[in-house]
């Protein structure tokens, strides 16, 4: 990895924050508030080292039943490969998702 890539991916990390105050994350952030307990609010920013370029994108997750599901869906995908004998040994949820795996 180039110097200037380790830099920004230095950069990035130093700037997390983390949001643990129940009012902000129904304020700011805009958690329902029936998911406090259970969510994922991600936003991330993207500027360009000259301020001039900048990018953002967010994923939200409320609850966790899609992780529950998705820890059933990868256990039943395993349960397939074992039981057709493949021979890979290392799987990721892209590997469900493409097999087409999800419920």
């Known amino acids: 990895?180039?110097?200037a890539h380790?830099?920004?991916m230095l950069l990035l990390m130093l700037q997390i924050e983390?949001?643990?105050d129940r009012e902000q994350q129904v304020n700011r952030?805009?958690?329902p508030e029936e998911h406090l307990l259970g969510h994922a609010y991600h936003t991330y920013q993207l500027i360009s080292l000259d301020g001039t370029v900048y990018s953002e994108f967010q994923h939200n997750v409320c609850g966790?039943?899609?992780y529950a599901e998705g820890?059933?869906?990868a256990a039943l995908f395993l349960a397939r490969q074992i039981e057709q004998k493949d021979s890979q040994k290392l799987y990721n949820m892209v590997d469900?998702?493409?097999a087409g795996a999800m419920r």
Do not use: F, H, N
Request: hydrophobic share 50%; charged share 25%.
């Open 1 to 3: 990895m180039c110097t």
């Open 6 to 8: 380790l830099t920004i």
């Open 18 to 20: 983390l949001v643990r």
């Open 29 to 31: 952030m805009k958690v």
């Open 64 to 66: 966790r039943t899609i």
């Open 71 to 73: 820890t059933v869906d």
């Open 96 to 98: 469900v998702l493409k």
